[in-house]
């Protein structure tokens, strides 16, 4: 089976997939499509899955970035996504014809919870039903697929929790053998002002921007470094300084030498001396620092079980899918199976020449 069966065994509860449909800063309402005659693509057993099931699982998923596509953007984007799409369709099918013969069925308390988890996920500038809408759903048939969706993330947890998962012998042997992927290098978290100079406004201009960041120390050191942000969003010539002069974690050998230097010596939480750099000047507060060196097994054994088996689990949900499609009668269309390469056409035999 082609399909990629990651976003199955993580989950397959269906707020994961509306995640992507939120990240914009408008919701735009749906846009009147083109009746177009859906296409089958596959079929399970005889139930087919087809262009629309596609589509609407595609909107679901990505709604507002479909609507805010012109047209014809919009249906090459749609016909590049069915074949993967069409596979996970598929695979959702198999798990639930699966979980279905298990007779189990989510709690009326567990659907309620589900619903109103996927209700208050909704941005600001989004109504529930407006989503509905722009995802092809109403209430009822939101809930049936939220249901079927419970249906399958438990499934999926049950076969799951049957592969054994990683040991403390395991997780120590391959501490051992990859020790460098867990040493950390010496970082700092800082923020900062600066106050340019320029070339061209010669040595006044620089005395000028000296005394000014000079006042600002002067007024930091007697707050006690309280609203070093507001005077970066105030002053600071650096784009950072619209996050209050944070400029994140960082490293050695990630900044200027002369700036280096101080945040890497600086106490934490006061306001350094004043930095020159070919930036021009600066003030300096470091917010935290992470010690370099080998960090400790126990810290790291979160980290290092889910590398161990996170691909055991993938491996497993995909020959536990494939096994599902072999009891199952699944049939592809043409139009999400790629042809089989054409095998090159046999040389003439070439006759040896005589010498």
Same mark, same amino acid.
């Given at each position: ?17 509306? !995640? $992507?449909?939120? !990240? ?20 399970? @057993? ?31 984007? &749609? ?34 919870? $589900? /619903?109103?988890?996927? #209700? ?7 109504? /529930?039903? *407006? ?21 399958? !993330? ?34 700092? *978290? ?22 000014? &960041? ?8 007697? $707050? ?5 942000? #507001? ?17 994140? *974690? ?53 980290? &290092? !079980?889910?590398?161990? @088996?996170?691909?055991?689990?993938? *491996? ?40």
């Amino acid at each position: 089976m082609k399909t990629y069966i990651k976003f199955i065994a993580a989950t397959a509860v269906i707020w994961s997939t509306t !995640s $992507a449909s939120f !990240s914009q800063n408008e919701a735009k309402p749906a846009t009147t499509a083109k009746a177009v005659k859906a296409e089958e693509l596959a079929s399970i @057993d005889g139930v087919p899955i087809t262009t629309a099931d596609v589509e609407r699982t595609l909107r679901v998923r990505y709604g507002p970035q479909i609507e805010a596509m012109p047209e014809e953007q919009r249906a090459t984007a &749609i016909k590049q996504a069915t074949p993967q799409m069409a596979e996970e369709l598929i695979a959702r099918r198999l798990l639930l014809n699966a979980a279905k013969q298990k007779e189990e069925k989510p709690t009326d308390d567990a659907i309620t919870k $589900a /619903f109103n988890e996927v #209700k208050g996920s909704m941005p600001p500038n989004m109504t /529930f039903a *407006n989503y509905l809408k722009s995802a092809g759903h109403t209430e009822d048939t939101f809930k049936s697929e939220l249901i079927e969706e419970l249906l399958i !993330s438990s499934h999926v947890r049950a076969h799951l929790d049957t592969i054994p998962k990683a040991d403390d012998k395991a997780i120590a042997e391959y501490y051992e053998k990859n020790k460098d992927s867990f040493a950390t290098k010496e970082s700092v *978290n800082a923020s900062h002002i600066l106050l340019k100079t320029d070339a061209a406004a010669g040595e006044k201009g620089a005395a000028k921007q000296l005394d000014a &960041i000079n006042k600002l120390r002067t007024e930091l050191i007697a $707050a006690k470094g309280a609203g070093f942000d #507001k005077l970066a969003k105030e002053h600071s010539d650096c784009p950072s300084g619209a996050r209050g002069g944070d400029l994140g *974690n960082f490293g050695r050998g990630q900044m200027v030498p002369e700036f280096e230097k101080a945040a890497f010596t600086q106490k934490i939480g006061t306001v350094g001396e004043v930095v020159k750099t070919n930036f021009g000047y600066h003030l300096i507060m470091v917010t935290a620092r992470t010690e370099g060196g080998l960090q400790p097994l126990e810290k790291v054994k979160p980290q &290092i !079980s889910q590398q161990i @088996d996170g691909p055991k689990q993938q *491996n497993a949900m995909r020959d536990y899918i494939q096994g599902l499609e072999k009891k199952a009668k699944v049939v592809r269309s043409a139009k999400i199976t790629p042809p089989a390469p054409v095998p090159p056409a046999p040389q003439p035999e070439q006759k040896k020449g005589s010498e």
